[in-house]
């Protein structure tokens, strides 16, 4: 008994004794490193992951034609932005769109611009390859993304990811009915 007192004693010294380390209490156990990519945002400015190493970041995959789950998930985005902004939480917004075909610049930016969309720290993304938008959702997220043959629609996930500043996406919440945005802001802020 008394050795079994002097072992927890101990190891509650040791704990009590380990550096305080930020992390997100993480029930997402994957940790997928988040590849390279390359498009134009809503602007038609170049964007690369380069423009988003070094930051947290809330991802998410959608496209303007979508006539199901994408309003919703477009909105509760813009919600999530004004959350943050008024926490004054620094975070990075990414929508990657899942039909590049259509998804030009210009029509990403009415699309958000209708939900309220600040443009100052959320990029919508296109100007790539269908397959690519694909392998990369699958690769980095293990998300769905796919055209529905015979149709204009895609199979696509309805997460919302977040990403530390090391690539890595540590988290996944739910994006279209009823988002944790009080959480999503509590596990940005334990990263920074």
């Not at 050795?3 to 704990?15: E, G, K, N, P, W």
């Not at 550096?19 to 945002?41: A, Q, R, T, Y």
């Not at 998930?73 to 999530?80: G, I, K, P, R």
Request: charge should be negative.
């Amino acid at each position: 008994m008394k050795r079994l007192f002097l072992l927890l004693l101990f190891v509650m010294v040791l704990s009590a004794c380990s550096k305080d380390v930020k992390k997100v209490e993480n029930d997402f156990p994957l940790h997928m490193e988040v590849g390279d990519f390359n498009g134009v945002n809503q602007n038609g400015k170049k964007v690369s992951y380069s423009d988003v190493k070094g930051k947290v970041w809330i991802v998410d995959f959608m496209f303007t034609n979508c006539d199901t789950v994408c309003s919703p998930m477009t909105a509760n985005m813009a919600e999530l932005q004004r959350k943050l902004t008024d926490e004054d939480v620094d975070a990075h917004l990414v929508s990657f769109s899942i039909d590049p075909e259509n998804d030009q610049p210009g029509i990403l930016k009415e699309y958000a611009s209708g939900v309220g969309a600040d443009f100052s720290n959320w990029d919508l993304i296109t100007g790539y390859k269908q397959e690519f938008i694909e392998s990369f959702a699958n690769k980095s997220f293990m998300a769905a993304a796919a055209k529905l043959e015979g149709s204009n629609q895609f199979v696509h996930s309805t997460s919302f990811y977040l990403v530390d500043e090391k690539g890595i996406v540590v988290q996944k919440y739910e994006g279209v009915s009823d988002p944790p945005y009080e959480q999503i802001v509590k596990d940005i802020k334990s990263l920074q």
